[in-house]
């Protein structure tokens, strides 16, 4: 069962930056398709970026593009979230989440499309 733990959350100012990572451990991930999500208050959890884990495909929700940049260290088993121009309602936690089976990148956009999931860092942008 792999495990992942995210870090990397913390309160910063409107236009800051932050980038969190997560660590994949406990299992043979090469094949697999990461993913990060966002919960803010009183709202669902919703799709914020993925990359295969081999390869170069990412993909991104409209509303964290060109803002967002998503990126793995296959040596070191992490998958990071680079967060730029960081705007209020960005506030939320983020998870990690893993897929086993392959899909279409652009398909896995839904929380019941990943298998694994961190418990997740707060990311807290004040105006």
């Known amino acids: 069962q792999v495990q992942l733990v995210e870090s990397g959350g913390g309160l910063v100012q409107a236009g800051g930056s932050l980038r969190l990572s997560c660590v994949a451990s406990?299992?043979?991930?090469?094949?697999?398709?990461m993913g990060w999500f966002r919960q803010a208050p009183g709202k669902e959890r919703e799709f914020v970026a993925a990359s295969r884990w081999t390869g170069g495909s990412t993909y991104y929700a409209d509303f964290v593009k060109g803002r967002f940049t998503i990126s793995r260290d296959n040596a070191e088993n992490t998958v990071y979230l680079q967060m730029n121009s960081l705007k209020p309602e960005d506030t939320a936690v983020y998870y990690c989440?893993?897929?086993?089976?392959?899909?279409?990148?652009?398909?896995?956009?839904?929380?019941?499309?990943?298998?694994?999931w961190g418990q997740g860092t707060q990311v807290t942008v004040s105006s």
């Open positions: 989440a893993l897929r086993v089976r392959f899909a279409p990148i652009t398909t896995l956009k839904r929380v019941q499309d990943y298998n694994n």
């Open positions: 406990g299992g043979t991930i090469s094949s697999y398709t």
